[in-house]
């Protein structure tokens, strides 16, 4: 995989320097990487001098050195170090853009540790402060909105480790606050990470202490009566283990504060065996720990209390209990739509 990476690296801090520094990755299809596989790929960086000189300008223009003018750091300097802004032509934009988002795909089937190292590899490398803002935002937002359970601990890393500290920026402040919402309500219960402990309250009032130390797997629903994707997902869920019951306890937590909506969900919309709770004056901090902004959230706890599934849907559910060899579970798959036995 780092072969893959340097060119990358490559790619971003000299895709804005004259023609010369940019044909040294107009390289072969040979000996390019899976990113840059042929020469029609490589040369969409490895644009002419004109389109480099339009970016840089002259360094007479500007009084300065051709090492200044290209960003390039003193060798005395850290590899890290950033220059100020320069104009950049949107068609030069959208070419990083392009091949940031091939770097990603590639790195997909990754471990959420590699693609933490090497989003910060990438960055470490920038030398253009605007360049590595813009690829900043970009790895942010991807990570952020990937369909990869597991993606959006990387954007909690990225927000961490470069935007908190003002090493990188957003464009407007409101993204600044949306991100720092994210991830203060994500990082505690991010995949692989201990389910966070909650004391909640049973239907007769008394506490009621999650995760149980019973040795079973355990399926976390958080939903609402009034949530319309719950209504949707709570019929599927309860179908689900109603047909296919398993050793997984299943603990529905009810987010609202209508005891009398919640005595009839608990009578009509779950399994006869679930465990019930909630918190109706907010004082277990679910919605923080547990990254509860919207309903349904569902999570798959493992027996030791690692979480293996966040956010999943019945048919995620599914294929984890499965892959975890949760017994009870050899069923196939059950759609969003309630109906077993399909294929998604």
């Known amino acids: 995989m780092r072969p893959l990476l340097l060119l990358l690296a490559l790619l971003l801090p000299l895709c804005l320097f004259p023609a010369e520094a940019a044909s040294a990755i107009a390289c072969s299809a040979e000996a390019a990487s899976p990113i840059a596989c042929s020469a029609e790929a490589a040369s969409a960086i490895a644009y002419s001098a004109e389109a480099a000189s339009a970016i840089t300008g002259s360094a007479e ?54 693609k933490e190292q090497e989003c910060d590899f990438i960055l470490e490398t920038v030398t253009l402060q605007d360049v590595r803002d813009r690829a900043a935002r970009k790895l942010y937002n991807h990570y952020r909105h990937s369909p990869v359970m597991g993606d959006e601990a990387v954007a909690i890393h990225l927000f961490d480790r470069w935007f908190s500290p003002g090493k990188v920026s957003f464009e407007h402040n409101d993204e600044f606050s949306e991100a720092q919402v994210f991830a203060d309500f994500n990082r505690s219960s991010l995949i692989g990470m201990q389910a966070p402990p909650l004391t909640l309250l049973a239907p007769d009032g008394t506490p009621l202490d999650f995760p149980a130390d019973n040795g079973h797997p355990k399926i976390l629903y958080f939903y609402d009566t009034d949530c319309a994707s719950c209504k949707i997902t709570t019929p599927v869920l309860k179908r689900y283990l109603d047909e296919h019951p398993c050793e997984a306890d299943l603990y529905a937590v009810y987010v609202g504060d209508s005891e009398k909506d919640w005595r009839k969900a608990r009578k009509n919309d779950f399994p006869t065996d679930a465990i019930h709770a909630w918190d109706p004056e907010l004082r277990s901090d679910f919605q923080r720990l547990y990254g509860v902004l919207t309903t349904p959230k569902l999570f798959l706890i493992a027996p030791d209390g690692t979480i293996l599934g966040r956010c999943l849907d019945v048919p995620a559910l599914h294929l984890l209990l499965v892959r975890h060899h949760v017994g009870g579970v050899a069923a196939p798959l059950v759609d969003e739509g309630g109906h077993v036995g399909g294929q998604r």
């Open 61 to 114: 223009a500007e009084g300065s050195s051709e090492q200044e003018m290209r960003g390039y750091a003193p060798r005395s300097s850290s590899a890290s170090a950033v220059t100020p802004e320069l104009a950049v032509p949107d068609s030069i934009w959208k070419k990083l853009d392009a091949k940031l988002e091939e770097y990603v795909k590639a790195l997909e089937r990754e471990s959420t540790a590699v």
